[in-house]
């Protein structure tokens, strides 16, 4: 699925983001959405959200 819309991401699934901190890298990191952040249909870099772990980052792989 694709991270870039928000329809597709809900509370409670499983996703993979890139933390602010890893952007060069692309380092991905797993969790589970707590919040959503970006409040726009869409964002060509990847929704913005918070884990359940408290990291934020942008969606770039739904499972």
């Known amino acids: 699925m694709d991270g870039t819309q928000r329809k597709n991401i809900k509370q409670g699934k499983s996703v993979a983001i890139v933390l602010k901190q890893d952007q060069d890298t692309g380092l991905l990191t797993d969790g ?10 869409s964002h060509p870099h990847g929704i913005k959200v918070r884990l359940m772990s408290g990291e934020v ?5 739904i499972y």
């Open 32 to 41: 589970i959405v707590r919040d959503i952040l970006t409040k726009s249909p």
């Open 57 to 61: 980052g942008r969606v770039k792989e």
